[in-house]
């Protein structure tokens, strides 16, 4: 197949224009994270970012898609994703009911074995759906460092020129690059080839300010005495040794919670009836219950 040159009409206009349009959506971004945005799709550079669970890496790839108008394509990584899981593979039962259906003559054959391996019977999973697509698309590959290590040398393959070989129907190339973001936990180190193709941004959580933002814009209705309450709450929890602190998320369902229950002030009752929002483990429970000194 011919290899034309991939379109890279960009999304975005300027840095200001990431952090406006991201906004917009409700994702808040400081002047690093618009600017690696900003970046990778100017250069065409898949953006890996890293940082703990529930600081917003899947949530900008989900904010970069709505923004722009792109379809958003995910693969989750886990331990055994294969390159059928991630790439492509055959149809093998409708194949096998072709090759049924067309007799057992040496031209039937023929004609049967190129039919089979046609696009017809091929499944294209999320790398090569990605790939295949003409309009805006943002690639998410999700928690990459749960993957195995063979997935690594896939995905250097496919993200060096976005072109995938499928030996009985030649190379697709992309027409147009998608937007591509590669989430990691740093579970495990991913290796530097993967990293030499990509931007990289590391996603801490938010400072008190940030973060008490992020909070009025997704529960404008919170009362601010409540809203710097809750954060203050949550950066104390994050500092306690805990099996899994609190996400972004988490903070934002903790001020519907405390909206939907009417409550007025965060004191210790109120605390404790709804510690089960932001803390999902008993035993970091009864650690907090005692931190922070509930009656």
Not at 34 to 56: N, S, W
Not at 123 to 129: D, G, H, V
Not at 212 to 231: G, H, M, T
């Amino acid at each position: 197949m011919d290899r034309a040159l991939p379109d890279t009409t960009p999304l975005f206009a300027s840095v200001d224009d990431v952090s406006a349009r991201l906004a917009e959506t409700g994702y808040l971004a400081d002047k690093g994270t618009a600017t690696a945005v900003f970046l990778a799709d100017r250069l065409g550079k898949p953006l890996l970012i890293e940082g703990p669970a529930g600081v917003g890496k899947t949530e900008l790839a989900r904010a970069v898609a709505q923004t722009t108008g792109a379809e958003l394509v995910r693969l989750q990584c886990y331990e055994g994703v294969d390159e059928a899981r991630a790439l492509y593979e055959w149809n093998h039962a409708k194949q096998i009911l072709r090759i049924q259906s067309a007799g057992s003559s040496e031209n039937s054959w023929d004609s049967t074995k190129a039919d089979v391996f046609s696009e017809e019977f091929l499944l294209s999973r999320p790398l090569l759906k990605a790939i295949r697509r003409e309009d805006p698309t943002v690639l998410l590959i999700d928690e990459t460092d749960k993957a195995d290590v063979e997935i690594e040398g896939l995905l250097l393959e496919v993200l060096s020129d976005f072109a995938v070989t499928i030996p009985e129907l030649g190379t697709i190339t992309a027409t147009r690059k998608p937007f591509t973001v590669l989430t990691s936990n740093a579970t495990r180190e991913l290796s530097e080839a993967l990293k030499r193709r990509c931007l990289f941004l590391h996603l801490d959580f938010p400072d008190a300010d940030l973060e008490r933002r992020i909070l009025a814009s997704r529960v404008p209705e919170l009362p601010e005495a409540i809203a710097e309450q809750l954060v203050n709450t949550i950066r104390v929890l994050r500092g306690m040794q805990l099996k899994k602190v609190p996400s972004v998320s988490e903070t934002i369902d903790w001020g519907r919670t405390l909206l939907a229950l009417g409550m007025d002030t965060l004191d210790d009752d109120a605390v404790r009836a709804t510690l089960g929002v932001i803390l999902k483990h008993q035993s970091d429970q009864v650690r907090a219950t005692a931190e922070l000194r509930l009656n």
